[in-house]
């Protein structure tokens, strides 16, 4: 089976805009922080003029992401969305917090995302391989706890024509939980996509599974939809849970969203 570009490839930022709590000194003070990305310690400078502005949240506002053409309603409610799909294991830790940069508890943060070959559950031959199709792989949610942290397994992404490696997500509140696992209701308070750095991509890339994917790739910087923004336009910041690519890694982002 050849490759076939898919329709994703023209999506561009739109809409409502969010709110994302910066990471690094100014963070350190917040309920959230301990969920949210370490940044290096700055070099120590003294004086009475560097004290104040360490305990104050620096909030930046970053446009939503588009839903692109892959999303399924009704997914699974789960921490663990891996279905035994192989690639390098990813621990996403995403903290919601709202305008006041408050923690936001017993919301709902679901993301789905391709595997190592660029398929999506319930679209798949779109980046032309032939693999069983559940509907449900790499796809799920999990509510926030009382800091507004959520927890999800899954594993690195691959990718396909036209897209850098990326993660999808939403946040939503007031859902209710249903009796065959999933969730239904509620309201929908940000749609966004998760990045990753090209420099730890470059080297997964060689790695199987994903050096069997042989679409060629979009680097960050040729992607249609991420900005150039970093965190606030949903970059991730990547801790290695190993030495070697293969072992994986832990991903953080603290997500502000309007609650009203």
Request: with cysteine.
């Given at each position: 089976m050849t490759d076939t570009p898919t329709n994703?490839?023209?999506?561009?930022?739109?809409?409502r805009r969010?709110?994302?709590?910066?990471?690094?000194?100014?963070?350190?003070?917040?309920?959230?922080?301990?969920?949210a990305p370490v940044a290096p310690s700055p070099a120590p400078v003294t004086g009475p003029a560097d004290a104040a502005p360490a305990a104050a949240a620096v909030c930046t506002l970053t446009k939503e992401m588009t839903e692109g053409p892959y999303y399924l309603d009704g997914q699974l409610v789960r921490s663990d969305v891996t279905e035994g799909k192989a690639g390098a294991p990813l621990k996403l830790v995403l903290t919601v917090?709202?305008?006041?940069?408050?923690?936001v508890g017993n919301a709902l943060v679901e993301i789905w995302h391709c595997d190592a070959l660029g398929e999506y559950s319930g679209y798949v031959g779109n980046n032309g391989h032939s693999e069983a199709d559940d509907g449900t792989f790499l796809r799920g949610g999990v509510l926030t706890n009382t800091s507004g942290v959520a927890n999800i397994t899954t594993i690195y992404p691959g990718w396909y024509r036209g897209r850098c490696v990326h993660i999808h997500v939403k946040v939503h509140t007031g859902v209710t939980l249903t009796s065959d696992g999933s969730f239904t209701g509620g309201q929908e308070l940000h749609t966004g996509q998760l990045f990753f750095s090209e420099t730890i991509t470059t080297a997964m890339a060689k790695v199987s599974p994903y050096s069997t994917n042989k679409v060629t790739r979009t680097t960050l910087t040729q992607d249609s939809v991420y900005d150039g923004g970093g965190a606030s336009s949903g970059l991730l910041t990547l801790t290695a849970l190993g030495s070697t690519a293969s072992a994986g890694y832990t991903g953080t982002l603290t997500l502000g969203v309007e609650t009203s």
């Open positions: 994703d490839t023209s999506e561009a930022p739109v809409g969010t709110v994302l709590i910066a990471t690094g000194a100014s963070a350190a003070a917040l309920a959230v922080a301990a969920a917090v709202d305008a006041a940069c408050a923690p």
